[in-house]
């Protein structure tokens, strides 16, 4: 949804100008007055206002990035959700959705004082903005360090046999016993996973690898199709010559992976799983509701930003708080085009029509209007 906050300069009677504005934004959009008692903002003097100017418009693309980034983590987490309906604290009209928040927007002093000189309250804003932007990185760094973890673990489950956990193998298959894997004092078991074809060639070749291996201690372990195309052989040999034999087998392009059959392994990996899932649950629901929270909180404070803008640049182009009123126009959808001409047609100088319009229009790299103008367009 969009919507033009728009800064006038007051000319005649007050309702009769609405109504030309009104006139020319025709069918394209809705007007609606807005009641920001622009006396109130202590903006200071013209250079003062023309470098918050700049200060607010960086503040402006701040508090955007933050509102997309906080839209794009909840919709992570919860892709369904529509941010258009959710409900921000309304200052004078209590919780409502965005739409209304912006037509009927009133400013909260509580958490933008107007009494305080410009420089001050940008300062009270961009703080409001960094404290959700860092508490927003916090939750989603725990979050995916969460993520990250599950399947780093995941992916040892369910990789190809070259990186599985070994254990998640044998101890559940009722074939393979305990009694296949031998480890004692001196001698070691070492499990090798050779491709189906050469298969063969291991059960000829592998007592050659070192001289330590015990002969005809090579075993097939019936494990199936679950591997892959590989078959699994277990052997056995002298505990310290595993180095040399792990370094041959590479020399002859075999995988050998050490292996001691453990079936507490497989219960404190069960429990580690519960415990991680139990851990990035409770980083999506934390995530989830700093996500919610943060929006209503910020979409408010981009709201405040908006008018803000349109307030110091109306006092800059119309000379006092009393020279301008400000205006929304909730924007048909396409039509935005179409209601800036109509506003510069009923807005501009005839001599200087043309001079205005957007950075398309004038193929320059910025709008040029004959009002104060901010777009809001989020969500």
Known sequence: MVFFVIGVQKKGAQKSQKDQVNTSIASYGSLYDVNLDNLRFKLGNFDNMMMNYEAVSKIETQVEHLLKRIQKAYLDVEPKADLEKMKIDSKDHGAVDSATFVVKFTWDDSKYPRNQQLADLLKIITQRINT??????????????????????????????????????????????????????????????????EAPKWNAEYESMNEYIVPKSSKELPVGSEVGPYKLFRFVFLRKMAEDIINEAKNRKITVR?????????????????????????????????????????????????????????????????????????????????????????????????????KEDLNDSEDFFPYAFALIDFP
């Open 258 to 358: 050490e292996f001691t059959y453990d079936t507490a392994e497989i219960h404190r990996r069960e429990e580690q799983k519960n415990k991680m899932n139990t851990q990035i649950t409770s980083d999506v629901d934390s995530l989830k509701e700093t996500c919610v929270n943060s929006f209503k909180d910020i979409y408010s404070t981009y709201a405040h930003v908006k008018f803000l803008k349109v307030v110091i640049d109306s006092q800059m182009r119309f000379g006092s708080a009393e020279d301008y009123q400000v205006l929304v126009v909730k924007v048909n959808k396409g039509r935005e085009k179409r209601i800036h001409d109509g506003l510069i047609q009923t807005l501009a100088d005839k001599s200087r029509r043309e001079f205005y319009g957007t």
């Open 132 to 197: 959700v932007d860092n508490n927003i990185k916090n939750k989603l760094q725990a979050y995916q360090d969460s993520k990250n973890a599950v399947a780093t673990l995941g992916k040892k489950d369910t990789g190809t046999i070259l990186t599985r956990n070994l254990n998640e193998v044998f101890v559940t298959n009722k074939h393979i016993k305990p009694t296949d894997f031998i480890n004692t004092e001196h001698l070691q078991t070492m499990i090798a996973i050779v491709p189906e074809r």
